[in-house]
């Protein structure tokens, strides 16, 4: 089902299907095909729900929110990784209205509550030699799972709404508040690039000064959290005192 609504660049074209592989292959594959920025991918449930580095995305039915919104910046390759700090805020401020106060953004991508995963974002581009051609911004939010809705595996380090506010809420609902608050962050990135964003986001990733290990791939670096970088850049202090930018992994603050 397709619908078509507002003046918005966020959400003027929604496509809602209920089951897909992954929202971010269907929008990667109609966004190659001219599929106009704004353009939003929903699913009800997805079989195939990717993490990054090829990681899986539990995404049962009937419970959450698993979209894909098709971004076509005019900016340079490297400020893509941007755009996923840009959704963080976004996010946040999301679910802030819900649990004030409790929502930290887990740089680069995951949005916590409690120390629980309670959102990823996974963003894929394609480029060209002028620059970015799209970029697809895949978001998956936990809503209404409880407990026992997660894998096993998955019970200690997820959560949803539902679990910290005690009570279900209305999915579409959040969308539509979502789309919003895509639409004001993006247009802030738009106009003043990350600058605009960078505030915000320290102000959700509790970081600065805490002992950090940053895992990518098989590369792991350790130190202290100086803070986030004009470009997005994670800044670390390692400990010869040689401040080192990082621009992808897997942060965890280390204990002691
Ligand atoms: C992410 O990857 O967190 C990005 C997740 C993006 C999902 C959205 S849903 C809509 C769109 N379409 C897609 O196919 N994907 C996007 P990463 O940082 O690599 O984290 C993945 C890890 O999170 C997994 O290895 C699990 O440990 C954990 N995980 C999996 N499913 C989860 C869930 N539903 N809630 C919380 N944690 C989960």
Redesign the pocket.
């Known amino acids: 089902m397709t619908t078509e609504a507002t003046d918005n660049r966020i959400g003027g074209c929604i496509h809602f299907f209920s089951l897909l592989d992954?929202?971010?292959?269907t929008a990667y594959y109609l966004a190659q095909r001219g599929l106009p920025e704004g353009n939003i991918v929903i699913a009800d449930a997805?079989s195939?729900?990717?993490?990054?580095?090829d990681?899986?995305?539990?995404?049962p039915p009937g419970r959450?929110l698993?979209?894909?919104i098709v971004l076509r910046p005019p900016i340079p390759v490297s400020h893509a990784p941007q755009i996923t700090l840009m959704a963080g805020v976004a996010v946040a401020d999301l679910l802030s209205a819900y649990c004030p106060g409790k929502v930290v953004v887990k740089w680069p991508?995951?949005i916590l509550i409690n120390g629980k995963?309670?959102c990823?974002?996974?963003t894929e581009m394609k480029s060209s030699p002028t620059g970015v051609d799209f970029i697809i911004l895949?978001?998956?939010i936990?809503i209404n799972?409880t407990v026992e809705d997660?894998?096993p595996?998955?019970r200690d380090?997820?959560t949803s709404l539902r679990i910290e506010t005690g009570a279900p809420t209305d999915r579409l609902a959040i969308a539509g508040k979502l789309f919003q608050l895509i639409e004001k962050w993006y247009g802030v990135f738009l106009l003043d690039g990350f600058k605009g964003i960078r505030d915000a986001f320290l102000s959700y990733a509790n970081l600065e000064g805490k002992p950090i290990q940053v895992v990518f791939k098989n590369d792991v670096q350790t130190g202290v959290a100086t803070g986030i970088d004009e470009d997005g850049s994670i800044l670390l202090k390692d400990r010869e005192g040689v401040l080192r930018r990082i621009m992808a992994g897997?942060v965890s603050i280390m204990k002691g």
């Open positions: 992954s929202t971010n292959t997805q195939k729900g990717r993490g990054r580095l990681r899986t995305w539990q995404s959450n698993y979209l894909s991508n995951d995963k309670i990823g974002i996974l895949g978001i998956g936990n799972m997660f894998d595996e998955l380090t997820a897997d």
